[in-house]
């Protein structure tokens, strides 16, 4: 039997370990999804889900220290930011019952043409059917609950495999479900290695598959799917910033500085690419990489803390190898640039790093942002919409009319104005396309995927004047 050992990533000690399910566990997993499903009989009344999710938000709020040692154990995310991930889990939690409670069919309007006579129509949502959801590391606690929890609201099952860097928060949050009174067939975790999780992808029995991670693995995993299955990709991005000759550069340092360095910059939506008019663009980066080079590096579970370490550390040295890469090149390094201990890289800022540079045109996921100067805003945003990442981008400039004309010309789905490019609401849409994946997360996003609607039609006398 294969076992997988789980490491700390800020000292690479082993935190736990599991064993790693084959074909056999994983096709009674999907078996057992499938066969609850099919019978409507097990099928949990809305008023039932609605119970079993209060009773989770209970769980969780008694637990909630727990689970931010937990999540920042696996994961490294400092504790400042991992207990908001918690709250953040908890209120996604919440979101989904007001969902429930507000959701409903409509009625189709007939008595309008001779043929639609003496009809009355109305539409139901069910459940698509049972549900695969392949996710990622950085969110260990939250994306689990953005992808597993709308089937549950909705009334399908779920089968969650988390990434093997951070299993534990996934396995406590199904623990947590099942204490409350959901059966164990309504949301099963499954820990394996990749070439099992392709078969998942390609099986029927899968309704809807939900994905966190890299394009590469994610457009690929898509192409396996059966005919008619549904599908949402969450990618990463290169997110891209413009400063405006009418903005206040210095109120624009602290949003940018946690934007860009909010979990070692492991987040899909990372500030990476500042654009800074050349006649102050001297003066923001080093005033950037001043603050920067202040943020208190170091053990997560230090409450101080506000970088902790990077995942593994093939990552450090990847990170390491595309910045000095860029400074060989002829970007300006204005802090950072280093290996620290164990899985740690220093914040860092480049100036000017050249266009076709890795730290320019491919997505980092580490502690590095870059500032790039111009002199026309034309070209500015040309150069923030010429990679085919298309995630959340961000304006800042005081004057909204020309803010409000920067944003509707930008690609990204998501454009902030006067706020970093990873500001985030679990009940907005939240979404990239081209390489950054394909169509919208959030709450009632997510459980409006995993439902169709169906049509019923009653042919009476009875609705002859309705």
């Known amino acids: 039997m294969s076992e997988l050992i789980v490491y700390s990533p800020h000292n690479r000690e082993p935190i736990a370990q599991f064993h790693l399910q084959g074909s056999s566990e994983v096709e009674n997993a999907l078996s057992r999804a499938h066969a609850i499903f099919e019978n409507r009989e097990n099928w949990l009344p809305k008023y039932r889900r609605i119970e079993i999710l209060e009773k989770v938000v209970q769980k969780m709020q008694e637990k909630r220290e727990s689970l931010i040692q937990i999540a920042l154990s696996e994961g490294g995310k400092p504790y400042i930011d991992s207990a908001v991930e918690?709250?953040?889990?908890?209120?996604?939690?919440?979101?989904?019952?007001?969902?429930?409670?507000?959701?409903?069919?409509?009625?189709?309007?007939?008595?309008?043409?001779?043929?639609?006579?003496?009809?009355?129509?109305?539409?139901?949502?069910?459940?698509?059917?049972?549900?695969?959801?392949?996710?990622?590391?950085?969110?260990?606690?939250?994306?689990?609950?953005?992808?597993?929890?709308?089937?549950?609201?909705?009334?399908?099952?779920?089968?969650?495999?988390?990434?093997?860097s951070t299993p534990l928060s996934c396995v406590e949050l199904a623990n947590l479900f099942h204490e409350a009174g959901l059966p164990k067939e309504w949301f099963q975790v499954v820990i394996c290695e990749n070439?099992?999780?392709?078969?998942?992808?390609?099986?029927?029995?899968?309704?809807?598959?939900?994905?966190?991670?890299?394009?590469?693995?994610?457009?690929?995993?898509?192409?396996?799917?059966?005919?008619?299955?549904?599908?949402?990709?969450?990618?990463?991005?290169?997110a891209p910033v413009i400063l405006t000759e009418e903005?206040?550069?210095?109120?624009?340092?602290?949003?940018?500085?946690?934007?860009?360095?909010?979990?070692?910059?492991?987040?899909?939506?990372?500030?990476?690419?500042?654009?800074?008019?050349?006649?102050?663009?001297?003066?923001?980066?080093?005033?950037?990489?001043?603050?920067?080079?202040?943020?208190?590096?170091g053990n997560p579970k230090l409450k101080e803390t506000e970088v902790g370490p990077l995942i593994h550390p093939r990552e450090v040295k990847r990170v390491a190898q595309w910045v000095e890469e860029a400074v060989a090149a002829g970007a300006t390094l204005l802090t950072g640039g280093k290996e620290l201990i164990h899985t740690y890289y220093a914040p860092t800022v480049l100036l000017n790093p050249p266009l076709d540079a890795k730290v320019s045109k491919e997505e980092i996921f580490g502690p590095v942002v870059c500032v790039y100067s111009y002199t026309k805003l034309e070209d500015a945003i040309a150069q923030a919409n010429s990679l085919p990442f298309n995630f959340q981008a961000a304006v800042f400039c005081d004057n909204l009319d020309k803010a409000f004309s920067i944003a509707v010309q930008?690609?990204?789905?998501?454009?902030?104005?006067?706020?970093?490019?990873?500001?985030r609401t679990d009940w907005m849409p939240f979404g990239g396309k081209q390489l950054s994946g394909m169509g919208y997360g959030g709450i009632p996003y997510t459980m409006q995927d995993y439902t169709h609607q169906k049509l019923l039609v009653i042919k009476s006398a009875a609705f002859k004047y309705n």
């Open 247 to 297: 903005t206040d550069w210095h109120r624009a340092i602290p949003p940018l500085v946690k934007g860009g360095f909010y979990h070692a910059g492991q987040v899909c939506v990372s500030v990476q690419r500042i654009f800074v008019p050349q006649s102050f663009v001297n003066e923001f980066a080093e005033s950037l990489a001043a603050a920067a080079s202040k943020l208190v590096v």
């Open 86 to 164: 918690v709250d953040r889990a908890i209120m996604g939690i919440k979101i989904a019952i007001q969902v429930l409670s507000q959701r409903h069919g409509q009625e189709i309007p007939m008595n309008l043409t001779p043929a639609s006579a003496e009809r009355f129509a109305v539409t139901i949502n069910e459940p698509i059917g049972p549900v695969l959801a392949i996710s990622a590391f950085n969110h260990p606690l939250n994306l689990i609950v953005h992808q597993a929890v709308p089937a549950i609201a909705v009334g399908a099952p779920v089968v969650v495999k988390p990434s093997l």
């Open 410 to 423: 930008l690609k990204g789905t998501g454009v902030m104005i006067n706020d970093h490019t990873a500001f």
């Open 195 to 238: 070439d099992i999780a392709e078969k998942m992808v390609q099986d029927e029995r899968v309704r809807f598959f939900s994905f966190i991670g890299s394009a590469k693995v994610g457009y690929y995993l898509r192409k396996l799917l059966p005919p008619g299955t549904g599908c949402a990709l969450e990618h990463g991005g290169a």
